[in-house]
């Protein structure tokens, strides 16, 4: 007796495709795909940070920021996270020696 084997059928469609915005790191730059929420929030309040009054604040949100794309490798927004803690640390610094003034 021999046993015939039945070919393998080919899969149902071509393979899945990754979204072109995920491979293109100048849109994942301007367009807050995959990005933690809170190095966007970050980006921008060290960004109002230079007027001295949020500056605190974005010094807070960048290390919250920072601590959760450590914690989260898949999310982008790093450069924005430090950005803000960066600039939230100098307009603070600012802010302090303003009101001691």
Same mark, same amino acid.
């Given at each position: 007796?021999?046993?015939?084997?039945?070919?393998? =059928? !080919?899969?149902? +469609? !071509? =393979? =899945?495709?990754? =979204?072109?915005?995920? %491979?293109?790191? *100048?849109?994942?730059?301007?367009?807050?795909? +995959?990005?933690?929420?809170?190095?966007?929030?970050? +980006?921008? *309040? $060290?960004?109002?940070?230079?007027? *001295?009054? !949020?500056?605190? @604040?974005?010094?807070?949100?960048?290390? /919250?920021?920072?601590? %959760? /794309?450590?914690?989260? !490798?898949?999310?982008?927004?790093? +450069?924005?996270? #430090?950005? $803000?803690?960066?600039?939230? @640390?100098? $307009?603070?610094? $600012? *802010? #302090?020696?303003?009101?001691?003034?």
């Amino acid at each position: 007796m021999s046993q015939t084997t039945t070919p393998v =059928p !080919p899969p149902a +469609g !071509p =393979p =899945p495709i990754k =979204p072109f915005i995920e %491979d293109s790191a *100048l849109l994942r730059m301007v367009v807050p795909i +995959g990005r933690s929420w809170l190095a966007i929030a970050a +980006g921008y *309040l $060290g960004l109002f940070s230079l007027v *001295l009054i !949020p500056a605190p @604040l974005a010094l807070v949100v960048g290390v /919250l920021a920072v601590l %959760d /794309l450590r914690r989260h !490798p898949e999310k982008h927004g790093m +450069g924005r996270a #430090v950005f $803000g803690v960066v600039a939230g @640390l100098l $307009g603070t610094i $600012g *802010l #302090v020696l303003t009101l001691l003034r």
